[in-house]
């Protein structure tokens, strides 16, 4: 399987219009996936495998509608 790198960019098509500050917010609450750095180090830009922002919106959407029912 070949996993695909997105940007932070690529994170508003998917509907997460969050801030650079704000996701370096939830990551540090362990509320969004931590990125990775493609450069090796900590200057080059943020980077996730697709696949892992697409669970956390799937699993952020289950607990929203596990909240609704409850």
């Not at 801030?19 to 540090?28: A, E, M, S, Y």
């Not at 750095?37 to 799937?58: A, L």
Request: glycine share 6%; hydrophobic share 35%; proline share 7%.
């Amino acid at each position: 399987m070949r996993r695909v790198i997105i940007g932070f960019e690529d994170l508003k098509p998917k509907g997460i219009k969050y801030t650079r500050q704000h996701i370096d917010r939830l990551v540090k609450k362990k509320r969004f996936p931590p990125p990775f750095k493609m450069s090796g180090s900590d200057k080059g830009p943020n980077s996730w495998f697709e696949d892992v922002i697409d669970e956390h919106i799937e699993d952020c959407a289950a607990k929203s509608k596990a909240a609704a029912n409850a």
